[in-house]
């Protein structure tokens, strides 16, 4: 089943189905009740007339998104141009296929032909299947670093 993955930039036509995959990763995450952003919302911010964000998909061989990761351009005064993955999510009956592996390739690969010097995110500290995952694509966790953060309404 894996062959017959395609990864590809997301449309439009595709916002609904990041919401449902944004939706049930707040659910494995144990906190559904503090999404707030609609398929309204992602639609205006991913591809209205300034978007903030870029996405990738997978989609099975019927074309059902089965997939996500959802990226923008941050700076690093250190650093220089860098990519965030807010969020890599795998719906549930696709994980361990390497349906991650093949999104998370084609986001690092995107970041280099834009010439990012890092790439970022985040993993919760008890989601070990994740935390491994990034390990074995080579990613430190950094515990020193701290994340700082303020909801505006």
Known sequence: MIEKIQIRKATAADVPAMHEL????????????QVTNSPEQLLEDGFGNAPVYNALVASDETGKIVGLALYFIKYSTWRGKGLYLD???????YRGQGIGKKLFTAY??????????????????WNTPAITFYENEGASIEAEWW???INLK
């Open 108 to 125: 690092r690969n995107h970041a280099a032909s834009l010439g990012a010097k890092q790439l970022h995110w985040q993993v919760l500290d």
């Open 87 to 93: 969020d890599l999510i795998v719906t549930q009956k």
């Open 22 to 33: 944004i939706m049930e990763l707040a659910l494995f995450e144990k906190c559904p009740d």
């Open 147 to 149: 994340d700082c953060k």
